[in-house]
Nanobody
Framework: VQLVESGGGLAQAGGSLRLSCVAS????????MGWFGQAPGKEREFVAA????????YYADSVKARFTISRDNAKNTVYLQMNSLKPEDTAVYYC????????????????WGQGTQVTVSS
């Protein structure tokens, strides 16, 4: 599974960005997908996940009510809508295809994109 993210950039605090991740796989709908963020000098952390075949979504506490994960299986794409951005949201954001295990664990994801930078200014 190859994953390519886009949509990052510079935003002001309180602003919005929408990240996209396109997967090059015919069976995209069979994958649960996740987004992770890695701030400078920190570990890659779970942001959100969307579960295959359902509408279930999970979020890190820090982004609940601000970020929304969604998917369009016809376009092989998963999205992360980021609203009410804060400077602490600044990070490289990666999408990933889930393999097995907990949805908030990096080790549960087998395939990763190259990341897209999000910078939020105060």
């Amino acid at each position: 599974v190859q994953l390519v993210e886009s949509g990052g950039g510079l935003a002001q605090a309180g602003g919005s960005l929408r990240l996209s991740c396109v997967a090059s796989v015919r069976t995209f709908s069979t994958y649960s997908m996740g987004w992770f963020g890695q701030a400078p000098g920190k570990e890659r952390e779970f942001v959100a996940a969307i579960i295959r075949g359902t509408s279930y979504t999970y979020y890190a506490d820090s982004v609940k009510a601000r970020f929304t994960i969604s998917r369009d299986n016809a376009k092989n794409t998963v999205y992360l809508q980021m609203n009410s951005l804060k400077p602490e949201d600044t990070a490289v954001y990666y999408c990933a295809a889930h393999s097995s295990g907990g949805y908030d664990s990096r080790s549960s994801y087998a395939n990763w994109g190259q990341g897209t930078q999000v910078t939020v200014s105060s």
